[in-house]
């Protein structure tokens, strides 16, 4: 695993094109082989063994079309934003992807939620949170772009109690990302030393 270091966030939207590509191209491929299987089972349900197994699968599962189309566009876009701004993107999504499903796992409604937004609320959060936490020049353009295009969909999507939505799922999810913003801010602020390792 890479240390969290100055020197490593450079631009590298080049390398991971191919990287972003896929991963949206194994989310569409899902949504594919759900058509004829039932991979929706498989989602995330709080507090319950069986459901723990969405900690990892949630991003990947849709419920329809229309719901695999609205989570793919700012998916990218945020994606592209990401790895366009530090080089441990990858590690990024993880984490915020991991933190995220547990938070909701623990927090959750009973329910089974699936969708890539909780990992597009999770951007949505650490590039903001980023820009404030970093006071990079970079880092403060991003997120002041990510709130004027985002900043609706995010207050919008975190409305409690609304039906068939996911709203704590996107609220955990934005939580997932400042935290996972807020660690490796602090991260860069001690140096271009090892830095902690993860």
């Given at each position: 695993m890479r240390s969290f270091t100055g020197a490593?966030?450079?631009?590298?939207?080049?390398?991971?094109?191919?990287?972003?590509?896929?991963?949206?191209?194994?989310?569409?491929?899902?949504?594919?082989?759900?058509r004829f299987l039932p991979?929706?089972?498989?989602?995330?349900?709080?507090?319950?063994?069986?459901?723990?197994?969405?900690?990892?699968?949630?991003?990947?599962?849709?419920?329809?079309?229309?719901?695999?189309?609205?989570?793919?566009?700012?998916?990218?876009?945020?994606?592209?934003?990401?790895?366009?701004s530090r080089a441990n993107s990858i590690d990024i999504v993880v984490l915020i992807s991991v933190l995220a499903g547990v938070l909701l796992w623990l927090f959750g409604r009973d329910a089974i939620h699936i969708g890539a937004s909780v990992l597009v609320f999770g951007l949505i959060?650490?590039?903001?949170?980023?820009?404030?936490?970093?006071?990079?020049?970079?880092?403060?353009?991003?997120?002041?772009?990510?709130?004027?295009?985002?900043?609706?969909?995010?207050?919008?999507?975190?409305i409690p109690f609304q039906r068939g939505v996911s709203w704590e799922g996107h609220l955990l999810g934005a939580v997932a990302g400042g935290a996972i913003a807020y660690y490796i801010a602090g991260d860069l602020a001690r140096g271009t030393g090892p830095g902690t390792r993860i």
């Open positions: 490593e966030h450079v631009h590298s939207l080049r390398r991971d094109l191919t990287g972003i590509a896929l991963f949206v191209g194994v989310i569409w491929l899902v949504f594919f082989i759900d991979l929706e089972n498989f989602g995330l349900i709080p507090r319950s063994l069986k459901g723990l197994a969405g900690v990892i699968t949630l991003p990947f599962l849709h419920a329809n079309l229309g719901h695999i189309m609205g989570n793919t566009i700012p998916l990218v876009a945020l994606l592209c934003l990401l790895a366009g959060g650490f590039l903001v949170c980023a820009g404030f936490f970093e006071k990079r020049l970079l880092s403060a353009l991003i997120a002041i772009g990510v709130a004027v295009v985002y900043g609706s969909t995010l207050l919008s999507g975190v």
